[in-house]
């Protein structure tokens, strides 16, 4: 009988994704995201909740661009929303960014890349306060390709994040 069980408990774990047989961890520190909808990896409240510490231990992505709301070039280093999403176990078409103060925009789940856009959460070598957009920013190359020049994508470009909503 332990035999059984056994090989259906490792049958089971190869069968899950990798986002879906690591444990997320609890928070230790300030709770800085907080990601639900319809995501495989929750916490007992069917979430999913990041302190700095668990974004900055991700994989992580830099780029230095010039942006419409900062002075010549801007260093930025963060995850890319694609990792955060694989980690989560994230399914769906539409991503719901909201930030602090309650300003939302979507973010079409077709439209990001394995490298962008990132959650950054270090501006020019510093973590970032709310004064400086912080303390997180969703943040595109802007430079690297016209694509990222465009009303539309500037949009997407919510500063103060603290939320994500994965939407079918």
């Known amino acids: 009988m332990r035999l059984f069980y056994a090989i259906l408990t490792a049958a089971f ?5 990798p986002a879906q047989a690591e444990d997320l961890g609890t928070p230790k520190g300030e709770v800085v995201l907080t990601v639900s909808g319809n995501i495989a990896q929750t916490g007992p409240d069917g979430t999913a909740q990041f ?28 995850v890319p929303l694609s990792v955060l999403l694989e980690q989560i ?14 300003y939302a925009v979507e973010i079409p789940v077709g439209s990001i890349s394995a490298q962008d856009p990132i959650v950054a959460y270090e501006m020019d070598g ?14 595109y190359p ?16 919510i500063w103060q994040l603290d939320r994500l909503e994965i939407v079918k």
């Not at 176990?89 to 539409?94: F, V």
């Not at 802007?142 to 470009?157: G, L, N, P």
């Open 142 to 157: 802007y430079d690297s390709d016209t694509k990222y020049q465009t009303e539309v994508i500037y949009s997407r470009s």
């Open 126 to 139: 510093a973590a970032m306060s709310r004064r400086q957009k912080g303390p997180l920013w969703i943040v």
């Open 51 to 78: 302190d700095m510490e668990m974004l900055q231990a991700l994989p992580q992505r830099s780029f230095e661009t010039s942006t419409i709301w900062t002075e010549g070039e801007t260093s930025f280093v963060g």
């Open 13 to 17: 774990t190869i069968c899950l994704t």
């Open 89 to 102: 176990g994230a399914e769906g078409a539409t991503i719901r960014a909201t930030a602090i103060n309650d």
